[in-house]
């Protein structure tokens, strides 16, 4: 029995290298020594589905926000937009795990600072001096999004 256990873990070591990420192809992996706890695939679990399922409402909420047209949407279409995103934003984190905080803390305070810039803009001129800022709050939430998205990749694929 101790033979086998033996030769699972020299198993490990030797393929875990072979199923990493893409790189230099004129490189050589190194091996590495990993748990089999870390090399579990996440389980296909309801809590699994809710995460993934919640994964695609805020993502396509977020390529709303990250498509408006502002000088036609104007400061509403905005607000509504990030409303759209925070609920959606709710529904993952009520259903990921602590794993996902840290991430989901980022997109949140990157959207509020944008929800906070949108809901002092009242017309059309004030949505054209606020571009700049704007700008640069859309493309915080796009970055904190991306990273989300990349850790939840991991889960939902």
């Known amino acids: 029995m101790r033979r086998s256990g033996m030769l699972a873990a020299l ?6 290298p072979a199923c990493g990420s893409g790189g230099d192809s ?14 579990a695939p996440p389980s296909p679990d309801a809590s ?13 909420s977020v390529a709303s926000l990250r498509g408006l047209d502002l000088g036609t949407a104007g400061a509403a279409g905005l607000v509504t ?15 990921a795990s602590a ?7 980022a997109l949140r305070a990157s959207l509020a ?11 059309k001129e004030s949505v054209k001096a ?12 796009s970055a904190s999004w991306a990273a989300l998205r990349r850790q939840l990749d991991n889960r939902c694929g």
């Open 26 to 39: 004129g490189s050589t992996a190194t091996p590495q020594v990993v748990t089999s706890a870390a090399q």
């Open 99 to 105: 794993e996902y905080r840290p991430t989901i803390s």
């Open 81 to 95: 937009a990030a409303q759209q995103v925070h609920q959606d934003l709710d529904a993952l984190s009520a259903a």
């Open 130 to 141: 606020a571009m700049p800022e704007l700008t640069a709050q859309v493309a915080a939430v």
């Open 11 to 16: 198993t490990l070591v030797l393929v875990a």
């Open 113 to 123: 600072a944008l929800s906070g810039t949108a809901s002092g803009l009242t017309d």
């Open 48 to 60: 699994g589905a809710a995460v993934c399922a919640a994964r695609g409402e805020l993502e396509s």
